[in-house]
Nanobody, 118 residues
Framework: QVHLVESGGGSVQAGGSLRLSCTAP????????VSWYRQAAGKQREWVSSIYTNGILSYEDSVKGRFAISKDKRKDTVYLQMNSLKPEDTAMYFCKGSRPPSCSSDYWGQGTQVTVSS
C-alpha cells in the first residue's frame, strides 16, 4: 500500500510561518521528484514546489523567496517551510510522489489544511 502523509498545517496570521511535512517512504530516493501542490476552496489544484533527486529545487512564482522545499532522506520526509504567509496561501496542501522508471504514475497524500488570516 502506498502512503504519503502530510502534516504540519494549521491556522496562522498573515506574516506567520508554518512547516509542512510529507512522510513518503520509497518516494524520496527513487529517482523521481516529490512535489507540493495546493488547492483553495472552489479552485483547481495548483503546483507549488518540487524537489528533484539531482538537488534542483523549483517554485511557483508567487511563493518564490517565501517558501523553501527540502528533503531528509534518512526520515523519508520532504518539508515545505512557508514564511511570510499571506491570506491567499490559504488552501489544502498536498504532496505528490511518483514511481520510476517513467515517474509518470502519481501518488498523493490526503492533504493538510493551511489557513492564513489577515
Amino acid at each position: 500500500q502506498v502512503h504519503l502523509v502530510e502534516s504540519g498545517g494549521g491556522s496562522v496570521q498573515a506574516g506567520g510561518s508554518l512547516r509542512l511535512s510529507c512522510t513518503a517512504p520509497r518516494f524520496t530516493s527513487n529517482g523521481c521528484a516529490v512535489s507540493w501542490y495546493r488547492q483553495a476552496a472552489g479552485k483547481q489544484r495548483e503546483w507549488v514546489s518540487s524537489i528533484y533527486t539531482n538537488g534542483i529545487l523549483s517554485y511557483e512564482d508567487s511563493v518564490k523567496g517565501r517558501f523553501a522545499i527540502s528533503k531528509d532522506k534518512r526520515k523519508d520526509t520532504v518539508y515545505l517551510q512557508m514564511n511570510s504567509l499571506k491570506p491567499e496561501d490559504t488552501a489544502m496542501y498536498f504532496c505528490k510522489g511518483s514511481r520510476p522508471p517513467s515517474c509518470s504514475s502519481d501518488y498523493w497524500g490526503q492533504g493538510t489544511q493551511v489557513t492564513v488570516s489577515s
